[in-house]
């Protein structure tokens, strides 16, 4: 069984420009994550998805990022415009359902470098 | 609010010595835990969870953790540690908020092992 697909794995931008992430779950996984890590921190939720709506977005910046999941299925995440502060790792992650104890299965990341 | 603490950031090991890493967490009701391990410039893979069963629990790669209620502690240990065993490791813990679940991760604890 494939696991959650990310893309880019890392991206370069320079500050002010737009960037955009691509997230695949896994097949079934009607529930997704997108986190935040930072250098030395554990991951930070930013937007979470019941198929294809948004549940849990309360700490995501509206005013430069968004998101959507079209079809339930793949997400994108998106940053417009760039600061230097959101350099950082950006994960995906899915499960099965949104109940406490399921686990969350994580995608490799996507580490942003803004310049 | 819920909360996790992983005391030592860094913790450093001889390849065959025991491998510690303490989790305490804080929670109001009973909590589901987590514990994540991250290699280098790849996303998490849950090592191990506890779901109110057994108190003890066996995950992969020889690790284990023992749920104590009184000392609020999930603590991670694995007998002997191996090269292999170098990695970042997350304590977690699941809640539901409003209906819907959160996963709370402790800032990490980079393991170490050397010959």
């Known amino acids: 069984e494939a696991g959650v697909v990310q893309s880019p794995r890392y991206k370069i931008i320079e500050k002010k420009q737009p960037v955009a992430f691509w997230c695949n779950p896994i097949?079934?996984?009607?529930?997704l994550y997108w986190y935040l890590q930072n250098l030395g921190q554990g991951p930070e939720l930013l937007i979470r998805?019941?198929?294809?709506?948004?549940?849990?977005d309360s700490q995501l910046p509206k005013d430069r990022f968004s998101a959507e999941r079209l079809k339930g299925v793949d997400s994108t995440l998106k940053i417009q415009p760039a600061e230097l502060g959101d350099s950082a790792v950006y994960l995906c992650a899915s499960s099965t359902s949104g109940r406490e104890q399921e686990t969350q299965y994580f995608g490799p990341g996507t580490r942003l470098l803004v310049l | 609010a819920q909360s996790v603490t992983q005391l030592g950031s860094h913790v450093s090991v001889s390849e065959g010595a025991l491998v510690l890493l303490r989790c305490n967490y804080s929670?109001?009701?009973?909590?589901?835990l987590f514990w994540y391990v991250q290699y280098p410039n790849q996303g998490l893979q849950l090592l191990l969870k506890?779901?109110?069963?057994?108190?003890l629990v066996k995950g992969i790669n020889g690790f284990e953790a023992e749920f104590k209620k009184s000392e609020t502690s999930f603590h991670l240990t694995k007998p002997s540690a191996h090269m292999s065993d170098a990695a970042e490791y997350f304590c977690?813990?699941?809640?539901?908020?409003?209906?819907?679940?959160?996963?709370?991760f402790g800032a990490g604890t980079r393991l170490a092992v050397h010959p």
């Open positions: 506890y779901t109110s069963a057994a108190t």
């Open positions: 998805y019941e198929n294809e709506e948004a549940v849990d």
């Open positions: 977690a813990v699941s809640y539901s908020s409003g209906g819907y679940n959160k996963l709370i």
């Open positions: 929670s109001s009701v009973p909590p589901y």
């Open positions: 097949s079934g996984h009607n529930t």
